[in-house]
Nanobody, 117 residues
Framework: QVQLVESGGGLVQAGGSLRLSCAAS????????MSWFRQAPGKEREFVAG????????YYADSVKGRFTISRDNAKNTVYLQMNSLKPEDTAVYYC??????????WGQGTQVTVSS
């Protein structure tokens, strides 16, 4: 079974940057599209950014457009999320998984991102 392991979160001041990684381990897997999601306390999990297998297309939630960049390295089974100009409202646990519309894999533990004002 494929396991998703997110890492790279932490505490950062507003305006700072973080780079998240999502590594897929286990049996060889391929997904036509992968995404990052986040869940803030008391809120539902929401879509943040997505990328196709070939990385030919990326798409973002309006709230992060222009600040976040998603990328992937298929040889390493890893998806990244570069987050710049972070805001306190970006504080959440960040997860990766298949993009909306595909049957999701088991959710990983996520990685906590905390942005202080």
């Amino acid at each position: 079974q494929v396991q998703l392991v997110e890492s790279g979160g932490g505490l950062v001041q507003a305006g700072g940057s973080l780079r998240l990684s999502c590594a897929a381990s286990g049996r060889t897997f391929s997904s036509p599209a992968m995404s990052w999601f986040r869940q803030a306390p008391g809120k539902e999990r929401e879509f943040v950014a997505g990328i196709t297998w070939s990385a030919g297309s990326t798409y973002y939630a309006d709230s992060v457009k222009g600040r976040f960049t998603i990328s992937r390295d298929n040889a390493k089974n890893t998806v990244y999320l570069q987050m710049n100009s972070l805001k306190p409202e970006d504080t959440a646990v960040y997860y990766c998984n298949k993009s909306p519309g595909y049957t999701p894999l088991r959710w990983g533990q996520g990685t906590q991102v905390t942005v202080s004002s």
